[in-house]
């Protein structure tokens, strides 16, 4: 058994980086629009791509998600422009991340839940890529 809680933290970050990327992807302008339009969209792929095999191994191990783990963030982007918006995903991949790790602690002297600490390690890899795209966008 896991952690709910944490599940459903874990969820629901992926979840919020995966919208917000997507809103980030359509909605930017300016003069780096296409650079970011790519970049934006790469995170959104990266993103996705193994959130049905992280759902799929949360409930092989009890946790049974509901609807308001996908709910996604609220409210208006905080801009339109490059830098703003990723600021914004720099919050949402750093945040992800924060809770992956939280769960790999959790779990990793259970070895029923390897697969989920494997999963865990692939999805902050793709992360720690993430992030370093985004500094390089940003100019860090």
């Known amino acids: 058994m896991i952690d709910s809680m944490l599940a459903r933290d874990l969820l629901k970050a992926q979840n919020d980086l995966i919208i917000s990327a997507r809103l980030a992807h359509w909605n ?10 790519l970049l934006f969209g790469r995170i959104y792929d990266t993103a996705s791509e193994k959130v049905d095999t992280l759902v799929e191994v949360l409930r092989g191990l009890g946790y049974n998600p ?4 996908f709910g996604g963030p609220g409210g208006e ?9 990723i600021e914004m995903l720099t919050g949402y991949v750093t945040s992800y991340m924060a809770t992956l790790l939280r769960m790999r602690d959790a779990v990793k002297d259970k070895s029923m839940a390897a697969g989920l600490v494997n999963l865990i390690e692939q999805l902050c890899e793709d992360g720690t890529t993430l992030l370093y795209l985004l500094s390089a966008a940003q100019g860090l």
């Open 66 to 69: 509901t609807f308001q783990e």
């Open 28 to 37: 930017v302008r300016g003069p780096n629009f296409y650079e970011s339009h």
């Open 77 to 85: 982007l905080p801009s339109y422009s490059c830098m703003p918006l």
